[in-house]
C-alpha cells in the first residue's frame, strides 16, 4: 500500500532506502558509509522530551557494547541540528537518570525538519502524530537489508536489552545457519532447520549426541558449549 507521501513503508527483507543527512555528528552518506557494518536506525518523537532522553542515555551508555557486535547506531527525529545539539547538550551537562550521568551522546542524530528520511522509512504515522515520529527500529545487516523492525508508541519507551539480543541472534542465524527459540541468550541451545523428508526426520530422532537432541521429529537442538 502506498503511504500519502509516495514512499512505501520498508519491509524486512527489503533494501533499507538511503539517504544523505545532516547530523551532530557531520553529514552521512546511508548505506555506503557503513558498509559491512549492522545498523541500528531509530527514530524519536522530539528533542527535550522525557521518554527521548532515558532512551538516548541508555543507548549511549550502551554504544561501546553495541560496538563489539560490528554495529552502528544512527538517531533521528524531526528537529533541527541546533536543537538536537542542545538537547544533547543538556543531557551530558544536567541529567542523571537510574546511575547514568555525564552521558555523551557520540552517535549521529539525524536533523529531519522535513520528514525525508523518516517518511522514507515509515516512521511517521498520522494517528499517532502527523509532526513527530514514533519510535521506530530498524535492524539493518552489512548488506544494507532491513532484518528487524519494531514499533513502539509515544508514551512507551524501549527495551534496549531486547535490541542489543536481536543483533546477537540475528548474527547467530547468520554465523549458523540455525534459529533461535523464545527467549533466546547467547550461549543458550540453537535450533537447528527442520527436517525436509521423512527419512532424514527419522534419522534425525535416532541419532542424539553430545551436541544434538531432538524433542520431536520437527524440533531438534544444538548445544552450544559453554
Known amino acids: 500500500m502506498e503511504e500519502t507521501t509516495g514512499f512505501r513503508m520498508p519491509l524486512i527483507g527489503d533494501?533499507?532506502?538511503?539517504?544523505?543527512?545532516?547530523?551532530?555528528?557531520?553529514?552521512?552518506?546511508?548505506?555506503?558509509?557503513?558498509?559491512?557494518?549492522?545498523?541500528?536506525?531509530?527514530?524519536h518523537p522530539a528533542d527535550f522530551t522525557p521518554v527521548c532522553t532515558t532512551e538516548f542515555m541508555t543507548f549511549a551508555t550502551m554504544q561501546n557494547d553495541f560496538k563489539a557486535l560490528n554495529t552502528e547506531l544512527i538517531g533521528l527525529s524531526i528537529d533541527s541540528i541546533y536543537a538536537h545539539i542542545a538537547w544533547l547538550r543538556t543531557i551530558k551537562e544536567k541529567i542523571k537518570f537510574k546511575g547514568m550521568e555525564n552521558v555523551e551522546v557520540l552517535f549521529p542524530l539525524i536533523e529531519d525538519i522535513k520528514m525525508e528520511v523518516?517518511?522514507?522509512?515509515?516512521?511517521?504515522?498520522?494517528?499517532?502524530?502527523?509532526?513527530?515520529?514514533?519510535?521506530?527500529?530498524?535492524?539493518?545487516?552489512?548488506?544494507?537489508?532491513?532484518?528487524?523492525?519494531?514499533?513502539?508508541?509515544l508514551s512507551t519507551g524501549r527495551n534496549f536489552d531486547e535490541i542489543k539480543r536481536i543483533i546477537q541472534a540475528l548474527q547467530k542465524a547468520d554465523a549458523d545457519g540455525v534459529a533461535t527459540p523464545a527467549d533466546w541468550r547467547p550461549g543458550d541451545d540453537v535450533i537447528v532447520p527442520?527436517?525436509?523428508?521423512?527419512?532424514?526426520?527419522?534419522?534425525?530422532?535416532?541419532?542424539?549426541?553430545?551436541?544434538?537432541?531432538?524433542?520431536?521429529?520437527f524440533m531438534c537442538f544444538k548445544r552450544e558449549k559453554k
Open 118 to 153: 523518516a517518511n522514507k522509512f515509515g516512521m511517521v504515522q498520522p494517528n499517532a502524530s502527523s509532526t513527530q515520529a514514533v519510535r521506530a527500529v530498524f535492524v539493518i545487516d552489512p548488506k544494507a537489508k532491513i532484518r528487524c523492525i519494531l514499533y513502539y508508541p
Open 194 to 217: 527442520p527436517a525436509g523428508s521423512c527419512g532424514v526426520a527419522k534419522d534425525r530422532m535416532e541419532a542424539n549426541d553430545d551436541d544434538k537432541y531432538c524433542l520431536d521429529w
Open 15 to 43: 533494501d533499507a532506502p538511503s539517504f544523505k543527512a545532516k547530523t551532530t555528528q557531520g553529514e552521512i552518506n546511508f548505506p555506503d558509509d557503513y558498509k559491512g557494518k549492522w545498523v541500528i536506525l531509530f527514530s
